[in-house]
């Protein structure tokens, strides 16, 4: 059973804070030895104001960074997974976002200006060496149009950890392919911003009942710490 007292979101279960002590039927979840860590959206084209103000940014990449560090120190590896269109706009023709999302009246999430070549596709997070990146994702799944499911089997590992922005898009759209594709999904809630604030736990309620465990940050780090250790 979980070896620290790591609790997920669940919302059928009507306990303080909505959430409950991680049981041992998911034991499969926290297997170290299989877990990878799949960070999306943090590229500095999509944390610009348009998308995220300057404290909510700030504040996610210290957090992405030094919670990747953490899993890096365990032996987790990190793919940071991004976007990079061509330049002749042939890889937004069909895309339909680019018309729905300013609907809101917020730019279109991916940032359609993160074009091959272009700074705003660096990635705003720390990519230590040894860390993998992919940067071919074309909607919004990190599955889709890339070689992510190849490069999980290469590593071994069948455990995703989210971590990044855009919960309600890329979060939901690659971790439900993920769950799909029989991959076990952690999602970091809090580690991972929503595009739209105010749906950011609608979208935590979705990830519990349909995409896997939605966890903290600092609870799910002791647990991978002390599955290292062999600490109780």
């Known amino acids: 059973m979980p070896k620290t007292n790591l609790t997920a979101k669940f919302i059928r279960v009507p306990v303080e804070g909505g959430r409950i002590k991680v049981s041992p039927k998911f034991d499969d979840f ?3 030895s299989q877990m990878v860590v799949l960070e999306l959206g943090m590229q500095k084209g999509n944390l610009e104001a348009d998308y995220f103000d300057e404290t909510t940014s700030s504040e996610l990449i210290q957090g992405v960074n030094h919670f990747e560090s953490e899993c890096r120190k365990d032996g987790i590896p990190i793919i940071h997974a991004g976007f990079s269109f061509r330049r002749d706009g ?32 660096e990635f705003a997070t720390e990519v230590a060496e040894g860390d993998l990146t992919l940067l071919s994702p074309k909607r919004h799944n990190a ?19 989210l971590v990044g922005a855009g919960l309600d898009c890329l979060g939901m759209g690659t971790g ?30 979705a990830c519990t009942m349909f995409i896997g465990l939605v966890v903290k940050s600092g609870e ?10 062999g600490k109780e």
Do not use: H, W
């Open 220 to 229: 799910l780090a002791a647990e991978i710490c002390a599955n290292v250790t």
């Open 30 to 32: 926290l297997d170290v």
């Open 143 to 161: 599955f889709e149009g890339t070689e992510l499911e190849f490069l999980l089997k290469v590593l071994g590992r069948k455990i995703i950890i």
């Open 90 to 121: 042939l890889d937004l023709r069909n895309a339909q976002y680019l018309r729905i999302t300013p609907l809101s009246g917020k730019k279109a999430f991916p940032n359609p200006a993160l074009e091959a070549g272009s700074p705003l596709c």
């Open 176 to 205: 439900f392919v993920g769950m799909c594709k029989d991959f076990k999904c952690l999602v970091v809630e809090d580690l991972f911003a929503p595009y739209f604030a105010d749906l950011g736990e609608e979208c935590a309620k």
